[in-house]
């Protein structure tokens, strides 16, 4: 079984240019999740989708941020314009349910803004 | 709001010996989970052991263990017999059981363990 998967592993942008994130979650995991590390500091929630609807989005730092999940499979996350205070490693996690289901991560996207 | 705190941001310790990672959290709530999750170098993070905070008896997984406190809000990791595959960077979260809360995970800022030959 293919775990979660996220594109590109890896983006150098410049500020003010847009990027777009993508997460693919565990066939069949409705529920799925964006986390952010920046540098330094703890991982944190900016949204929960339930299938394509956004079930929690209060860690969302703003409005340059948009999250989508057409049709309740892959995710996309856009940042524009984009910030230095951006930078930082982008983790998505998909599960089959809530409670105590488990969390499964991708791999991350390190987004560098210069 | 809940928070977690890894006071130890590295830890080192020699192959076959046991370490203990140390977390410490603050809720008001009375029912929630806890994790460790490890994120091995270069790799993707993964679920090492989990905690429902009702149950009474630690959790163990093979040669991992925890040691819960819930009125001193406590909860670190024991792992014996430490095998090199077990250096990674090793993070606490919390999540609330609340039905109406939500489902995100909290996160302390994570310990990097070292594993010596």
């Known amino acids: 079984e293919a775990g979660v998967t996220q594109f590109p592993s890896h983006s150098v942008i410049e500020k003010g240019q847009t990027v777009t994130l993508r997460c693919d979650p565990i066939?069949?995991?409705?529920?799925l999740y964006w986390y952010r590390r920046v540098m330094g500091k703890e991982i944190k929630f900016l949204l929960h989708?339930?299938?394509?609807?956004?079930?929690?989005e209060s860690g969302m730092p703003n409005n340059r941020f948009l999250a989508e999940r057409t049709g309740g499979t892959y995710s996309t996350l856009k940042v524009q314009p984009a910030e230095l205070e951006d930078s930082g490693v982008y983790f998505c996690?998909?599960?089959?349910?809530?409670?105590?289901?488990?969390?499964?991560f991708g791999p991350g996207t390190r987004l560098t803004v210069t | 709001a809940q928070t977690v705190t890894q006071s130890q941001p590295e830890m080192s310790v020699q192959e076959a010996e046991t370490v203990t990672l140390s977390c410490t959290y603050d809720?008001?709530?009375?029912?929630?989970?806890l994790f460790w999750y490890k994120q091995p170098p270069s790799r993707q993070m993964i679920l090492v052991i989990r905690?429902?905070?009702?149950k009474q008896q630690n959790a163990t997984e093979n040669r991992f263990s925890v040691n819960f406190q819930k009125a001193a809000k406590s909860f670190s990791l024991k792992i014996s017999d430490s095998q090199l595959g077990d250096a990674a960077m090793y993070f606490c979260?919390?999540?609330?059981?609340w039905g109406g809360g939500s489902e995100k995970l909290v996160f302390g800022k994570g310990t990097k363990l070292t594993v010596n030959p």
């Open positions: 066939s069949g995991h409705d529920n």
């Open positions: 989708f339930v299938k394509e609807s956004k079930q929690d």
């Open positions: 905690q429902e905070a009702y």
């Open positions: 979260a919390y999540r609330s059981a």
């Open positions: 809720t008001s709530e009375s029912d929630y989970y």
């Open positions: 996690a998909s599960s089959l349910g809530t409670g105590t289901y488990e969390q499964y």
